[in-house]
T-cell receptor, first 117, second 108 residues
Framework: ETGVTQTPRHLVMGMTNKKSLKCEQH?????MYWYKQSAKKPLELMFVYSLEERVENNSVPSRFSPECPNSSHLFLHLHTLQPEDSALYLC????????????????FGEGSWLTVV | ELKVEQNPLFLSMQEGKNYTIYCNYS?????LYWYRQDPGKSLESLFV?????AVKQEGRLMASLDTKARLSTLHITAAVHDLSATYFCAVAGNQFYFGTGTSLTVIP
């Protein structure tokens, strides 16, 4: 148990569906992240939120829409996805955005396996 | 963009043997992280290396960092089956940059 909880763990959706992934962290952290993990590719950082404000968006297609209503919750809204979007989506959190610089680590959830059919 | 390369990508080794996983990165950084991921599970932090020459050990795993060579190693001593997992290194720039991972299988 890492203190970062993701739901659902598995999701199958059609290309015309709209669904959302949810992440909740119980660590009192101020920064939250969405990563995409595809087979045989490095983890890709998608979005970074610090104190509920989006601070980074790594050229992610608009069919992925993040939402951070408070520092404990992070959503990834999905619509009109493509089969190549099938992957493991990992949520993570850290004490704050500068944790990456100061050397403390980030904590990952167990991920949501997404299959687009 | 900072690039991180791990090798090997796949490693099959017998119990009791030693081996090293390598992590090379493309630009200057003195902060390197190692993670472990079991199938269907989250990434678990193993080591945080924060300076040139840093060495950390936990059980049968030992990680080191050479910032001048832009190289980190994860050495496995006398491998056991429980070490079977995928190991990732990550380098801190303005974000975390992850390697592709090394899938380790320890064979009895």
């Amino acid at each position: 148990e890492t203190g970062v909880t993701q739901t659902p763990r598995h999701l199958v959706m059609g290309m015309t569906n709209k669904k959302s992934l949810k992440c909740e962290q119980h660590l009192g952290h101020n920064a939250m992240y969405w990563y995409k993990q595809s087979a045989k590719k490095p983890l890709e950082l998608m979005f970074v939120y610090s104190l509920e404000e989006r601070v980074e968006n790594n050229s992610v297609p608009s069919r992925f829409s993040p939402e951070c209503p408070n520092s404990s919750h992070l959503f990834l809204h999905l619509h009109t996805l493509q089969p190549e979007d099938s992957a493991l989506y990992l949520c993570a959190s850290s004490q704050d955005r500068t944790t990456v610089i100061s050397g403390n680590t980030i904590y990952f959830g167990e991920g949501s396996w997404l299959t687009v059919v | 963009e900072l690039k991180v390369e791990q090798n090997p990508l796949f490693l099959s080794m017998q119990e009791g043997k030693n081996y090293t996983i390598y992590c090379n990165y493309s630009t200057t950084s003195d902060r390197l992280y190692w993670y472990r991921q079991d199938p269907g599970k989250s990434l678990e932090s193993l080591f945080v290396l924060l300076s040139n020459g840093a060495v950390k050990q936990e059980g049968r795993l030992m990680a080191s960092l050479d910032t001048k060579a832009r190289l980190s190693t994860l050495h496995i001593t006398a491998a056991v089956h429980d070490l079977s997992a995928t190991y990732f290194c990550a380098v801190a720039g303005n974000q975390f940059y992850f390697g592709t991972g090394t899938s380790l299988t320890v064979i009895p």
